[in-house]
């Protein structure tokens, strides 16, 4: 089976918001540890889309990309593209998530090369991320080429609200390879300023 992506307008994540709280909520509830605790009720997930992306979508800083199946929603990830003027070369990878009902069938990895061709296309080389150490995605990460930059212990509760639990920070260049410049040997120390 098929899966197909696509990235919403403002007005496609309005009209398929129900869709998306249904995500997140099952998705908190099987154990994701993206920001969220339990209880997590329903009308907590649609407020997360309608009060957190929605506005930050309609700017145009950040874009949501779905992958549907079977005519569900089976998955999202969101590209964070509201930067600082200073790092206008960079963007964040936030809430990667796949329905329960859909997992270990390669929708994640599917977002994720999705995201990295939309974000090179909008002149992004380099992606961060964060997510919880040891879970299922630190690993499929970095089976993309994220790199390790550290671990934060302690970063959040997990989705009990009982434990805190360290993240991992991590990071891609979607550079092209540039070369390095030459730097030549100094020799004299009299050239050093």
Known sequence: ?????????AEDLEHHLPELAVLLHDCVHAGACVSFVLPFPPAASEAFWRQKVLPAARTGGLLVLVAWRA?????????DCDTPPNQPHRAEVRKLLV???????????????????????????LVTLDTRTGDNAEPLYASLGYQTVGVIPDFSFDP??????????????????????????????????
């Open 1 to 9: 089976m098929s899966v197909d992506l696509s990235w919403l307008t």
């Open 71 to 79: 005519g569900r929603v089976a998955g999202a990830v969101q590209l």
């Open 99 to 125: 329905h329960p009902d859909f997992r270990r069938q390669g929708i994640a990895r599917a977002l994720l090369v999705e995201l990295e061709r939309h974000a090179r296309q909008r002149g992004r080389t």
């Open 160 to 193: 009990t609200g009982r434990q805190l639990v360290a993240t991992t920070v991590m990071y891609k260049s979607l550079a092209p390879h540039a070369q390095r410049p030459r730097t030549r040997a100094v020799t004299d120390s009299s050239e050093h300023p």
